[in-house]
């Protein structure tokens, strides 16, 4: 993907991206349940590496299957740099996909965050390892308490919404969002224009403007945003 | 599979079924959701055929999508006769993923049943297609108002379980059970004699026998159950 | 609103309704929870007049409540003839609404249905009052025991649908929709030649088609549906 | 307890107790979770022998364990005839308390019925064993597969409701209701002439008398009801 | 109100308020969901103004809907200086009711805090904002993509409790509570004596002292105290 | 129990204990709730002392019932030096079991930790009780708001987990783990030479090892591994 078009979404929040892509009829891009373990203030944007769990099954989830070709280990390898890897945990509150390890060689092989509906394990130790995640939450016990690895680079559902590999991933304070691949474009430069323009707002509230007129903008509103815009170049 | 064994586990409870699993130490093969639309004492046994879902995508799950080569309907004519259709729908309850014309489509083609974990749509003409379903309930909407179609005999999650293509499915009044395919022979041969078992001490509770000695049996009743026993060949 | 396009409407299953109102980009229409309380295959429709309530408050939730100027009794006292009556329960399932003696006061006004995300009181003497009901289950306590009823004839949520007065409700088995009140001509012209194509397609696959290129249809079922709709005037 | 006292409950609605209940500030007293198997009208009254579980642990919940003193076996072998038998099943919905073989020994021991917020197995053994129960539904596995069972007699939680061993425990089509023994003289005296009172009110309602005024009753009403009542005995 | 009364309401912790409540019989007056932003130690007083949101519906809740008479932004141009703006958002998790710029005004107005059992959106915009929030989270999507807003100063329910317009409402680090308009006084004149009571219990068992006896106080701890009192005016 | 024991588990993480108690088949040992109030790094190890709380009923759980002999304030006067207090209150998250002056007098016998999987009550005076507490948040009513008392050191469940008296459990940042008694110096031994072995995959990890045949290791990593451990003692 045009890393130019990267670098602009990394400018515009999660809420402005919802409304951009509101706007084109799609409600389902925010997901339930990722949250950044310590807010930041940072955002973070790439394309999907998806990874993808089914429920335990004591047959196959053991620590034995972390040696198998399918396994979150061979996934990781995988990885290319830059991506964002998220997880399709079904939103299991009690495994921890990945600890301290793992995460410390996705931050090696250079992914950019890792996301998921699940939880992690190791708290500390996902700390010292540096990368940044946004999760459910914490747990101790491994994935194969709870959860067995199918496969990835496949469809998911995460937090309620659908992700294809490739998708761009958004993560910030307010959580994680997915954009369409066809929708990156539309999505960065549309919602710059809208940072600006919500940022030409607030200044107004500042000054003390009514909300009626303002926001959305009647004519005059409009009118004196054009002239401020003219003045951004 | 062998026929012969499919013939015995039509004969043994779900209810055994779990408990010569769990044996074997597996706790997860009882599916969460998935019950007899209408109760009727039918037991109905085969190999799972998997359709998997993810959340909706307002921009790929739309009624246009049911031309796509991917699609429900696509699945439904890849379904070899006798096979039991078990669809991840994500315990969805808003979304019913088929309805009286995929149903009666199924039932043409010789399948045995349907199992979801999600729910079906037009409750009276699925009872007119006289397709055996087990499901969580009944919504009026299509699948595409929550759900997206991703794929068919993959590895899937169903009520907390794992499913895997051609692991044996069974459902009766109790709900749906999966037998991982390695361990087919064993839960037909064991549920058989221990269904056996419980026949006997059914009876003799009956008779006014207490439980403590009998249910688990002491060697006083293990002797006179092996005499009952050998009566039966 | 014109008694004919109700007329057609009973015509149309809940499932298509809410597969006309997805064309127009609705998809909260179909209710979480309200189902019949005994499924009997019937269908009715009306206009909404809703009801409301908020949680209990000891200090305002008394038996000593119901002879309150704003009081169940007092809505049910201005619920005209033909009516569905909507109550915006929050879903709680402790606090039984209604019980026998208003149910049965309902039915003597003409009131068509009674439809809640909530709960009912008293099985046996609902059925006896004869009033259709649609509602998410049975609980022995009265409405004050969890709720506050605060008034009549408000927008209302009802089972995560957004439902003002004077829309059409609709209920058969598959449970409760809502068309906005903009939509119902629409929905019942273009729900009423959707049904007919469904019927169509329905006996097709009784005939052994295939569903590929039969539903969605291609050129040529689509020329054979025109031909056979052609000879049903 | 006095059986006349037990004989004046079964004619009173587990929905009239619970608002005579109300009326002495208890406001839980109906248990979230237990329904009829199959309703069917009856209604039974007796006093609570409680039976309380804790989760799984796999090292002390085995089959092993049903041989144990502390077994779900010997807490039946101490049911007195007549009594309820309550689970706490902390409403877990995947491990079935009992199946057909103690629910038969239940009812040769006279327990006049078996409530739980949890569920049980074996649905068509259960029926045939005849013992009326309310549960929260079937699921296929035993207890072990996800309760550890600890004791009986001791206080329990069921349903969100505090049950103490000889509270007085109702049962009907509208669930399970818990009357603390000091208050079930109360509630059968004040219960049997409310729900005079109400069929007194349906019948009004049936004349097409309006809700405001009779019920709750104005001084008029209360004078007519008086009248009525005296012709009672 | 009288603003002594706020004052003196200042000083009670919710805690506190809470047990003065349940005194009176009131047990639902804390509020499931709302949750400091950032815990900060902080209590606010002030009089509910109230909003309310039914669920989303496409034809409706658009953006469009913000310039329309009955919107947020109109709402927000009501509220009198010193209130408590406190919405009924039914609990809903994935459309953030408000953001930066609506918050902003809020301040501006002189609003002492926003309430509510959903969530918000731009976290880092609704710091900078200065607006004290209590809230069940953060989302991105803005309030359309779940919910459409219908009114103010109406009854509501927010996180299970009943709210009226000039009930008291008190929020700090424990969360939010209710009182009851008419039990205003009441709870601040107790509440603050009980404040007193529990510091003099708390440095009693910084002594050392056990607490049966002292907590509820016997006949000699309540003559301790009594004496302690005394000496504090 | 043996303090050296305990010594050698405060230097291994919940996340160890969880994969050393599934070699052994427990997989239900993490409590899903209990979170540490403020996350501080810190490990706390102790024999759990059980506490259990059933729902609250209106006619026992009182103000009243804090001075009954089975009362909150009688079971602390009975608890040991060391001890971890873990209460089952059922994951109610609107009745705050302790508050401050409760905390502070466990504190002051030396109560080494609070555990629960439900809530406390006063924040800010939890803190500065010194009490290290685990829970699943804060609500402002007292226990009996929700909850009533039953006793002290008898099997509980909590988090989805039993608990016995004497059980071993271990808090840290991921939450709350137990150990059966019987398997605390197996769980001792493993794991503190399964913390040894991850600190060297760390270390590998962090100078670019892959982790395929890493982690799980192969015959060479075992082998370099076995190297390194010698060096340590």
Chains 1, 2, 3, 4, 5, 6 share one sequence.
């Not at 919802?18 to 203030?41: A, D, E, Y």
């Not at 830059?82 to 090696?108: H, N």
């Not at 469809?155 to 307010?174: L, S």
Request: net charge neutral.
């Amino acid at each position: 993907m045009d890393s130019a078009v990267i670098d602009i979404l990394r400018k515009v929040t999660t809420a402005t991206i919802t409304t951009m892509l509101l706007k084109k009829g799609i409600r389902r891009c925010w997901m339930q349940g990722p949250k950044p373990l310590v807010p930041s203030g940072q955002r973070i944007v790439g394309p999907a590496f998806t990874l993808r769990f089914v429920p335990v099954r004591e047959d196959v989830a053991t620590p034995a299957s972390w040696s198998h070709p399918i396994s979150t280990r061979a996934a990781i390898e995988e990885m290319p740099e830059g991506v964002i890897a998220i997880a399709d945990a079904m939103g299991v509150p009690s495994a921890g996909i990945f600890g301290d390890i793992l995460c410390a060689r996705m931050k090696k092989r250079g992914v950019a965050a890792l996301v998921t509906d699940g939880v992690l394990r190791d708290r500390g130790g996902i700390l010292t390892s540096a990368l940044p995640v946004w999760c459910a939450g914490i747990a101790a016990p491994a994935s194969v308490n709870g959860l067995t690895f199918v496969g990835w680079q496949q469809p998911i559902g995460c937090g309620g919404c659908a992700i294809f590999p490739d998708d761009i991933i958004i993560v910030d304070d307010d959580g994680a969002v997915v954009v369409p691949a066809t929708l990156t474009e539309y999505a960065a430069h549309e919602g710059a224009e809208h940072e600006l323009y919500e940022s030409w707002v607030f200044s107004e509230v500042e000054k003390g403007v009514k909300l009626p007129g303002l926001y959305p903008p009647n004519e005059d509103a409009k009118a004196r945003y054009a002239a401020w815009r003219k003045t951004r170049g």
